[in-house]
């Protein structure tokens, strides 16, 4: 008898764990894909544009004009030249010094390496998705009612991506893709009314202490209406603009 009572109480906990997120139970229109990216504390986003498939991005590929490394067939055969020419140029320094073991050892282990990045498969990816691919900092607009595809990596440390509202708190850790799946509300007009707060606004926030500047990593997410959404979506410059 005290199983079946503890086993129907468990049931009815679970049940209501089910329901306790009313922003899980609304309709999604239409998925969104986004990546949020977290590095040197700033948050980047990362939306796939009109193929809904976000390019390949590697670490290795983050500079000052590619702050998540975002892949291009362009960007992958030019750093394939630049291996190659360092191999090339270590080898004929190896060849000049035939009793240098040091240098001999130094010069495989690099080649070893560079076989590693040849051989990372970056080639078979599908590189020419990151064209259309928009990178957007400190600020994104998200349509409201939508479930949103959410993809989380770091660069550096462990961050935690946190947006109260929303109920979602994922880790961002480096090497590793965080999935979360969430739906948007209210838009932020329609809560600022709610509230009776007229500063009020959606931030992803990072709850993980990941440096000195932690408190200020943060993103503002104005929500809206889908069709003011798609009017941003299109006034947001496409990767293969900004970096060729
Ligand atoms: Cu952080």
Known sequence: MKLIFYSLSAFLFFLYGCNWNPASKRAALENITVEFYARRSVW??????????????????????????????????ALFKKIQIEEDSLQKVVAQSPGDYTLLQVYRKLSKLFTLMKNAGVDTMDCSASYDDMIVVKEIYLPANT??????????????????????????????????????GKTTAEMRKELGLPIFDYYLFCNNICGPAHSQMKMKIT??????????????????????
């Open 223 to 244: 929500v809206v209406e889908m069709e003011e959404y798609r009017k941003w979506e299109m006034g947001q410059p496409v990767f293969a603009s900004t970096h060729f």
């Open 44 to 77: 980047t986003a990362h939306f796939p544009g009109k193929d809904h498939i976000l390019g390949p991005s590697k670490p290795w590929m983050v500079g000052p004009d590619n702050p998540i490394g975002l892949l291009t067939p362009e960007k992958f055969d």
């Open 147 to 184: 479930e949103i595809n959410a993809r989380f990596r770091s660069g550096d440390v462990i961050h935690g991506a946190y947006i109260p509202q929303f109920k979602l708190s994922a880790k961002c850790v480096p090497g590793i893709t965080t999935t979360f799946k969430f739906a948007t």
